[in-house]
């Protein structure tokens, strides 16, 4: 397989992730405005799980414009990575109709650190196809965004019990740090 089909197929599975998170959001009855405030927590939760599944598409995408080779390992990460992004949908739609309840809001921070996780473990896989001196390697070499994020949702998990709206802040924050693309390719690239 080429990293070509790889992309089209990951950016087939994220079109149908934002699919279903916004068929979760439910149309209410009534025509007024008040009949929203009740779905503030629905869309909330929508709203910064549509971010982060667009950071990973951004930065997914920046990611293969370096890629040059792909194995069945690469594969396996992908797809890995693409099955903690697909339960996003459902945690966001629990953590939404639940209004933030502590165990909603914790598995919401569990799906997001697997998720990084995957993604890391993903980048280590297409390491380790490609040369030392590679774009790849040169891209890659520091990843204190990685880092800081799993550490982040970490100290989140545990925290979403003892005060909900501070694990959900420590999420929002994580979104900010990666809002901006990976500018280690884009840097990489350019030169």
């Known amino acids: ?7 089209a197929f990951s950016d087939g599975v994220i079109a149908i992730i934002i699919t279903i998170m916004v068929l979760e959001l439910r149309v209410p009855l009534g025509s ?3 009949v929203l405030r009740p779905l503030a927590p629905v869309f909330l939760s929508y709203v910064l799980s549509f971010v982060f599944i667009g950071i990973y598409w951004n930065n997914h995408h920046h990611l293969f414009q370096v890629v040059e080779h792909v194995n069945g390992r690469v594969l396996w990460a992908n797809l890995h990575l693409l099955f903690w992004l697909s339960l996003i949908p459902f945690v966001t739609a629990w953590m939404g109709e ?5 165990s909603p809001v914790a598995l919401y921070g569990v799906i997001l650190l697997l998720a990084g996780i995957a993604y890391f473990i993903l980048t280590r896989a297409l390491l380790a196809v490609h040369a030392r001196d590679s774009l790849l390697a040169k891209a890659l070499s520091a990843n204190f965004k990685e880092k800081i994020s799993v550490a982040i949702y970490t100290i989140a998990v545990p925290l979403s019990f003892v ?5 959900y ?3 929002i924050l994580v979104t900010v740090i ?3 693309p ?3 390719i884009e840097s990489t690239i350019s030169q």
Not at 1 to 7: I, K, Q, V, Y
Not at 163 to 167: P, Q
């Open 1 to 7: 397989m080429t990293r070509n089909r790889l992309e």
């Open 32 to 34: 007024s405005f008040t």
């Open 98 to 102: 639940n209004h933030f309840a502590p």
């Open 163 to 167: 005060r909900w709206w501070l694990a």
């Open 169 to 171: 802040g420590l999420y």
């Open 178 to 180: 990666w809002l901006v």
């Open 182 to 184: 990976d500018r280690r």
